[in-house]
């Protein structure tokens, strides 16, 4: 029997990341899994985050897939680094490429990260960031109103503009030219981000080299698809409604057949 | 052995309630869960708020309490219509004597509702104030952002503002004379929603009048503590630290000895 990718993250940011894997490996069968019932988990404690890991780990395997992409940045910078080594099926988070990219991208060594509070308060990204490269600098900022602001759809207009700009002051302050949106809603809000950082900052957006990623492991171990019609399956733990209603936003298409499953 | 009145709510925002409990009734032992590690409540389906309260009241059980206070507007308007009639002890939501007060307020019987997407969604305000008096008018929004938004402690400024005139705007269109504040984060919000409502409108805040309420109850079946070392005692799913830092703001003064527990 073919396996699917499995890919899962905290609520609907994942899609994003879902959205590359479909561009980039147009021939695999994808598993989504959003744990919407305990959606958000970037305010919740590193514990806890590691809990609800497992557990979603767990339930995409139980689904038949090959590799779990983690495509939540909070999931992958607060459990990966202690999960890793305890599960056989390759486990791909959205940490280390977008870390790579940046060291890759920077020219004056001045890093900027942008993220949820579980995320920051990790520092993963200090820490993959300073095994490439120690002397670079790294400014972390967390951005807790930026996810609600996605979720209510103010992408555009004062209020996120003003929210934007507190936040990005620190980080225009410390001359970054390299800007990590190291949450999976946050490219959304591309256009203002850009616009206040300014064009010479180079963002940078994992879901492409998280895509990289997961074709680079699949054709070393073997496991990839040459042909085939693929199915995409998204399985929600609440509220498929407001899933469908936000998907759109993040996948760049509608989704159908979501099903929600009691799991968690 | 005495009982305690047990109360619960999805996070920190139940502390309102909390906080007016104690003034009224400062002989009685408080058992407070904040189910932290699923915060929030507000933006999920009726069906999971149900299955989160019904384990919170079990929880709350094991305390031995004797009255159980649901110090969430999302869990009382979602979950209590359904379970009232479940339980032995006594359930005492925020919703009806939030509506009474209202109803009893307003002149010109043009009421205002704000609340999370789970509460207005549940329509169970307009319920309780048709049953009261079927000729008023109800204007209900919903305003996801205020919940980050208090959390965040951005509680005044321009942002804040904006927000909160963008959301306000229709309740202003209705000529509300009273308007309910349907979520327990709200009343920290209070002198910006009356600068934008105007001093003309009556704003409610229900943690007074559900202190009232749980007094009549425990009085009506001899439940009182006529006196003795009030024991106030804090339980979360998550996050102590976070809760804490947030709880003076809520409850006025603060909170020691928060216990995490595993129970979800």
Same mark, same amino acid.
């Given at each position: 029997?073919?396996k699917? %990718?499995?890919?899962?993250?905290?609520?609907?940011?994942?899609?994003t990341v879902?959205?590359?894997?479909?561009?980039?490996?147009p021939?695999e069968?994808i598993?989504?899994?959003?744990?919407?019932?305990?959606?958000?988990?970037?305010i919740k404690s590193k +514990?806890?985050v590691?809990r609800?890991? %497992? +557990?979603?780990?767990l339930?995409?395997?139980?689904?038949n897939v090959?590799?779990? *992409?983690?495509?939540?940045?909070?999931? !992958? !910078? *607060?459990a990966?680094?202690?999960?890793?080594k305890?599960?056989?099926?390759p =486990?791909?988070?959205?940490? #280390?490429?977008?870390?790579?990219?940046?060291?890759?991208?920077?020219?004056?060594?001045?890093?900027?990260?942008?993220?949820?509070?579980?995320?920051?308060? #990790?520092?993963?990204y200090?820490t993959?960031i300073?095994? =490439?490269d120690?002397e670079i600098?790294?400014t972390?900022?967390?951005c807790?109103?930026?996810?609600?602001l996605?979720?209510e759809?103010?992408?555009?207009?004062?209020?996120?503009?003003?929210?934007?700009?507190?936040y990005?002051e620190?980080l225009?302050k410390?001359?970054?030219?390299?800007?990590i949106?190291?949450c999976t &809603?946050?490219p959304? =809000?591309?256009p203002?981000i850009?616009?206040?950082?300014?064009k010479?900052v180079?963002?940078?957006?994992?879901a492409?080299q998280v895509? %990289?990623?997961?074709?680079?492991i699949l054709d070393? +171990?073997g496991l990839?698809n040459?042909?085939?019609?693929?199915? &995409?399956?998204?399985y929600? #733990?609440d509220?498929?409604?407001?899933?469908?209603?936000l998907? @759109?936003?993040?996948?760049?298409?509608?989704v @159908?057949n979501?099903?929600k499953?009691?799991n968690?």
């Amino acid at each position: 029997m073919k396996k699917a %990718i499995g890919v899962f993250d905290s609520g609907v940011g994942g899609l994003t990341v879902t959205r590359e894997l479909i561009a980039q490996l147009p021939n695999e069968d994808i598993v989504y899994f959003g744990d919407t019932a305990r959606v958000p988990y970037g305010i919740k404690s590193k +514990e806890t985050v590691i809990r609800f890991t %497992i +557990e979603n780990i767990l339930f995409l395997l139980k689904q038949n897939v090959k590799l779990i *992409c983690v495509a939540c940045n909070t999931a !992958s !910078s *607060c459990a990966l680094p202690v999960l890793k080594k305890n599960f056989r099926v390759p =486990l791909v988070g959205v940490i #280390s490429p977008g870390a790579r990219e940046a060291v890759y991208a920077t020219r004056n060594k001045r890093i900027g990260v942008i993220g949820t509070k579980g995320t920051i308060k #990790s520092r993963t990204y200090e820490t993959e960031i300073r095994q =490439l490269d120690p002397e670079i600098k790294i400014t972390a900022v967390a951005c807790p109103l930026f996810v609600p602001l996605v979720e209510e759809g103010w992408l555009e207009g004062g209020v996120v503009e003003e929210v934007a700009r507190r936040y990005l002051e620190p980080l225009k302050k410390a001359k970054v030219d390299t800007l990590i949106l190291g949450c999976t &809603h946050y490219p959304l =809000l591309k256009p203002i981000i850009r616009r206040i950082m300014g064009k010479e900052v180079t963002l940078i957006d994992s879901a492409k080299q998280v895509a %990289i990623e997961v074709k680079k492991i699949l054709d070393q +171990e073997g496991l990839l698809n040459k042909n085939g019609r693929p199915q &995409h399956r998204f399985y929600v #733990s609440d509220n498929p409604e407001w899933f469908s209603g936000l998907a @759109k936003r993040f996948l760049g298409r509608p989704v @159908k057949n979501i099903k929600k499953v009691n799991n968690v």
